[in-house]
T-cell receptor, first 108, second 112 residues
């Protein structure tokens, strides 16, 4: 099956800093999603981005499908950005395969 | 609020109990999913339903039994579970297969 790797696994930022999270995948995909999981376990949709670049406030994402990676940018980080960020890819039509996540802590 | 609700939010059960998890989506979607998130493991797909037909069963033990009575509701029936089945169980829905998925808040299950 497809492999999805996220880096870094853990990240600590000072409030106001910027960061880039990376997602590499081993095969061609139909689509890709980025999620933020809050401390209560809720997965919040950030981007549905099979290719190209999207922006939503302080967050933006770029997927380069031909090179099999996606990047999530967080600018001017806030403490509420803390949590786990997951990348998930759909390559077989029915299922999302998740990466291992990046655990982000933003310190005040 | 994603439009996907799950009940109960927390469940503690013994290994001999029978319980059910419920998921409801208010988005008019045609596909629904069950995922399992164990500690220190990536989320794993368990079951996929499209238009109330099961289309994916990802080698899940028979002590987990899904049911999809209509396109808005999905159940996961549990019986004779093991302590290693303790996990966060997440439900998701999408307009159709191969489309953006939206997740419910999850049921945190503890098996004693």
């Amino acid at each position: 099956g497809i492999q999805v790797e996220q880096s870094p696994p853990d990240l600590i930022l000072q409030e106001g800093a910027n960061s880039t999270l990376r997602c590499n995948f081993s095969d061609s995909v139909n689509n890709l999603q980025w999620f933020h999981q809050n401390p209560w376990g809720q997965l919040i949709n950030l981007f549905y981005i099979p290719s190209g670049t999207k922006q939503n406030g302080r967050l933006s994402a770029t997927t380069v499908a031909t090179e099999r990676y996606s990047l999530l940018y967080i600018s001017s980080s806030q403490t509420t950005d803390s949590g786990v960020y997951f990348c998930a890819v759909n390559y077989a039509g029915n299922m999302l395969t998740f990466g291992g996540g990046t655990r982000l802590m933003v310190k005040p | 609020e994603t439009g996907v609700t799950q009940t109960p939010r927390h469940l503690v059960m013994g290994m001999t109990n029978k319980k059910s998890l419920k998921c409801e989506q208010h988005l008019g979607h045609n596909a629904m999913y069950w995922y399992k998130q164990s500690a220190k493991k990536p989320l794993e797909l368990m079951f996929v339903y499209s238009l109330e037909e099961r289309v994916e069963n990802n080698s899940v033990p028979s002590r987990f039994s899904p049911e999809c009575p209509n396109s808005s509701h999905l159940f996961l029936h549990l019986h004779t579970l093991q302590p290693e089945d303790s996990a966060l169980y997440l439900c998701a829905s999408s307009p159709d297969l191969n489309n953006e998925q939206f997740f419910g808040p999850g049921t945190r299950l503890t098996v004693l």
